[in-house]
Structure formats: C-alpha cells, structure tokens
C-alpha cells in the first residue's frame, strides 16, 4: 500500500490497528488488552512500528526509529467521547471568552502548532498600534519565502444587519478593519524591514453569517488581489 513516507504509514492500515486494539472487544482473560498489544508488537517491531493507548484508550502507532507518533489524517473521522466533552467545553468556552482572550489563549497556540512563527499580539491596552489587526505572524514556505499574515478577532456574532446588535458587531466595521490591515505595514525584526500583510484572517467567536461572508468577500474582492 502506498504511504506519504517511511515513518507515515497507509491510512488503511492505522484504520485496522486501530479496529485490531478496541477495547470494546476486550475478552475476560484480557480486559485492559495488555495481552491484545504485546501480540501486535511482536510482529510490528519487526517492521519498526510499536502499538500503544493514548490518553482517550485509542490505538496508536509510533515509529520507532523517529519516535514519531502517527495522527489519522481524515478530519471526518467520529469523535471520540473524550473529544466530544472537549469541544463542548471550547464551545462554553468561546461564547463568554473577550477577544484578547481569544487572541491569546486559542488562536496564537493554534498558529503555532500549524506552523506559524513569529507571531506577535497587538492586544487592546494600546488601540494605537493595532491599525485593524489582532495579531501578525509569518510562514515559511519550503522554498524559504515568507507570508505575513494577519488575524482580526471578535468576540461573537459576526452580521450583514444595518445597526450592531448586542453581542453581534457589523460586518462593515470588519472591513474597515482589514482594510486598514491589509495596506498598513509591519516591521519584521528577523528581516529588519517593513512589510505589508499578504492574507488576513477574520475569526469569531460566534457564528459569521453567510450573508456577511458573502458582501465581505465581494467588497474585497474588488478592491483587493492579496
């Protein structure tokens, strides 16, 4: 079966360890499955892989060479209990949470596990300094160019509405937002010069009405190709 790498294997075959190691399935001589995974590292460390439970009681592989542990790849999976109890407590979460918070408890830690560095929170204490954004950072391609981009939080309900309701703001005042984002530069210490933002990010944390993301994609796209 093909892989993406020596130390990712097939999704496949996660699926059938994993199906190979359920709990669920644990016989009475055998009910914490000890006996279950030395069987199957008897004949996976042969091939440099080793089966283990993780936090949630889920199989999983790591490669033994690189210590790599492999993630299933399929972001439609089910949920796990564990997960579910998770996402309902970041959904409690985001409904009473300010945007600083936010900003610096969700969003920058997320950035930084896709990848992104240097990434830098204006926050609200010095509104001067913020010039429509939240936060900056950059990405490195493998090809060594760098993306700037920026990141505009609020707290909740993003809408098209004429007037801003309580615990809603306007989409106008979003744009208005990243169009200051997008043509004010930043210094970047690393490069020591200044740059301009190449791609914004606009989050909330409540729901972005389908008519909002539908005016402000149209408006920027007529004013703006970055």
């Avoid at 009681?57 to 972001?75: D, K």
């Avoid at 796990?80 to 969003?107: G, H, M």
């Avoid at 972005?208 to 007529?222: E, F, M, V």
């Amino acid at each position: 079966m093909p892989n993406i790498s020596p130390s990712v294997p097939p999704e496949a075959f996660i699926h059938v360890i994993r199906a190979v190691l359920d709990k669920s399935e644990a016989q009475d001589n055998d009910a914490d499955r000890t006996k279950a995974i030395v069987a199957v590292n008897y004949v996976l460390r042969r091939e440099g892989w080793e089966a283990f439970y993780d936090e949630h009681g889920v199989g999983q592989l790591r490669h033994i060479e690189t210590n790599t542990i492999t993630q299933q790849a399929n972001p439609h999976r089910p949920f796990t209990p564990a997960e579910i109890t998770r996402k309902e407590q970041l959904t409690k979460y985001l409904e009473k949470c300010y945007e600083d918070e936010l900003t610096e408890e969700v969003l920058i830690p997320l950035f930084r596990q896709l990848g992104f560095h240097r990434i830098t929170a204006s926050g609200h204490k010095d509104k001067a300094l913020k010039y429509g954004k939240d936060a900056w950072m950059k990405y490195t391609l493998p090809t060594q160019h760098v993306l700037y981009f920026g990141i505009q939080a609020k707290k909740g309900k993003l809408d098209s509405s004429g007037a801003s309701k309580n615990g809603a703001a306007n989409v106008a005042e979003i744009y208005n937002q990243v169009m200051m984002m997008l043509g004010h530069e930043i210094f970047d210490p690393g490069l020591n010069r200044r740059v301009l933002v190449d791609h914004a990010f606009i989050v909330a944390g409540g729901e972005i009405t389908k008519q909002a993301r539908n005016w402000l994609g149209n408006k920027l796209d007529a004013l703006k190709r970055s």
